[in-house]
């Protein structure tokens, strides 16, 4: 990609509607990650991921099954970033380096009730929602709820658009995420 078709905005260089985003995300962050840099320049995509992914994270899904889901799907989308990203939180959760390895490269996960989250994430996105019967009493039978299961969705839809954009401005690995690349 060329570096000047996505820049890596500045709170002075960026457009006017994307600086509130850009300033909330450097203070909860304590930096400006480059992809927000570079996703500010359309206010519109950086905000509604933004909300998005307040909205997943406020989801009734456990902490884990979210970071689950949103492995899964940058996983699968190819997102580096994404991938480092979310490496860096689930280390946080404190959870196991098999199952961190795993998400990372598409297997089988070891605890099977995060790994009927990982299959029921890829039901949808497979068969675009239509998941059939078997496939939901599966992800139902882990302790998920009809709630958990439109809220995949809603994470699905958040992460999608969040691999897709990084892997469009090919966003870098920011020096603070190095260590989970």
């Known amino acids: 990609?060329?570096?000047?078709?996505?820049?890596?905005?500045?709170?002075?260089?960026a457009p006017a509607a994307a600086r509130p985003a850009m300033a909330?995300?450097?203070?909860?962050?304590g930096y400006l990650p480059v992809a927000v840099s570079r996703l500010a320049s359309s206010p519109e995509l950086l905000g509604g991921f933004l909300k998005m992914s307040a909205l997943f994270?406020?989801?009734?899904?456990?902490?884990?099954?979210?970071?689950?889901?949103?492995?899964?799907?940058?996983?699968?989308?190819?997102?580096?970033?994404?991938?480092?990203?979310?490496?860096?939180?689930?280390?946080?959760?404190g959870a196991d380096a098999g199952i961190i390895a795993a998400l990372r490269d598409g297997s089988p996960l070891p605890d099977e009730r995060l790994e009927?989250?990982?299959?029921?994430?890829?039901a949808v996105i497979v068969t675009s929602g239509a998941v059939g019967d078997p496939a939901l009493q599966a992800f139902l039978s882990h302790g998920y709820t009809s709630r958990n299961a439109l809220?995949?969705?809603?994470?699905?839809?958040a992460y999608t658009m969040s691999t897709l954009a990084n892997r469009l401005t090919d966003a870098p690995i920011d020096p603070q995420l190095a260590h989970f690349a």
């Open 151 to 157: 809220e995949v969705v809603l994470g699905i839809g």
């Open 24 to 29: 909330a995300v450097t203070q909860k962050q």
């Open 1 to 13: 990609m060329s570096a000047t078709a996505f820049p890596g905005h500045t709170l002075e260089s």
């Open 116 to 122: 009927s989250v990982r299959q029921f994430t890829l």
């Open 57 to 93: 994270e406020s989801t009734t899904l456990d902490p884990l099954s979210r970071e689950t889901l949103v492995m899964t799907v940058a996983a699968r989308n190819g997102c580096h970033l994404c991938v480092a990203m979310h490496t860096a939180k689930l280390t946080a959760l």
